[in-house]
Every structure is written in structure tokens, then in C-alpha cells.
């Protein structure tokens, strides 16, 4: 069992940088594929990205390749997502997810343990 805890949202400006990050409560992360989705209101969630155990596969979605950053650090059990030049279709609840797999999925319904989500606002 795992349990995920997003923090980094916020209010920010169009151009602006945020850095969100995912604590998990298990013993270690390395054993899980890790990735984050977004949900804006009236949409369903959608893939950003994913990262492999080891770091060394990752996957973005083509709207955010470029300007984001998937990365982990098994040793502090941390997932982070850097999110650069901000657009305000950024805006969004971020969700961070894990599964235990070597395998990377970009579909939600691949992954089990998920947190509760942050708000990112990008104004225009």
C-alpha cells in the first residue's frame, strides 16, 4: 500500500515556473512506475508524464513536452514534476500515481495508488 501526497501548487502568471512534488509513504518507490495526470474542471484526467523505475524511460504528453520535467529520487521516496513557461491550459488538478511495474502506462486506469491532487492556476 502506498500513499501519495502532492504539494507545489498555486496561483501563478503565464511564463512562470512551478515545481510540484509527490511524497510517498512506502518503505521505497523503486519498485514503482510513477506519473502525473492532470484533471481541468468538466474534463476527464489526462496523462503528463510518466517515469520508469530506474528514471531511465519517461513519457510526456505532447502539450506539455518541453516545457516539463518528470524526475524521482528513490532515496527520498519523491516525485517530482518542473513545470516551465506555464500556459494558462496548464491550469488544472495535478494528480500524482504510482504502480507497482517496471512498465510505464500513459492511461490513469493503469495505475492504483493516487493522491489527492493539486490545484495549479496559470492566469492568462
Known amino acids: 500500500q502506498v500513499q501519495l501526497v502532492e504539494s507545489g501548487g498555486g496561483l501563478v502568471q503565464a511564463g512562470d515556473s512551478l515545481r510540484l512534488s509527490c511524497a510517498a509513504s512506502a518503505r521505497t518507490i523503486s519498485g514503482y512506475a510513477m506519473g502525473w495526470f492532470r484533471q481541468a474542471p468538466g474534463k476527464d484526467r489526462e496523462f503528463v508524464a510518466v517515469?520508469?523505475?530506474?528514471?531511465?524511460?519517461?513519457a510526456y504528453a505532447d502539450s506539455v513536452k518541453g516545457r516539463f520535467t518528470i524526475s524521482r529520487d528513490n532515496a527520498k521516496n519523491t516525485l517530482y514534476l518542473q513545470m516551465n513557461s506555464l500556459k494558462a491550459e496548464d491550469t488544472a488538478v495535478y494528480y500524482c500515481?504510482?504502480?507497482?511495474?517496471?512498465?510505464?502506462?500513459?492511461?490513469?486506469?493503469?495505475?492504483?495508488?493516487w493522491g489527492q491532487g493539486t490545484q495549479v492556476t496559470v492566469s492568462s
Open positions: 517515469l520508469s523505475t530506474s528514471g531511465s524511460n519517461t
Open positions: 500515481a504510482a504502480r507497482w511495474d517496471s512498465l510505464v502506462f500513459t492511461t490513469p486506469n493503469r495505475y492504483n495508488y
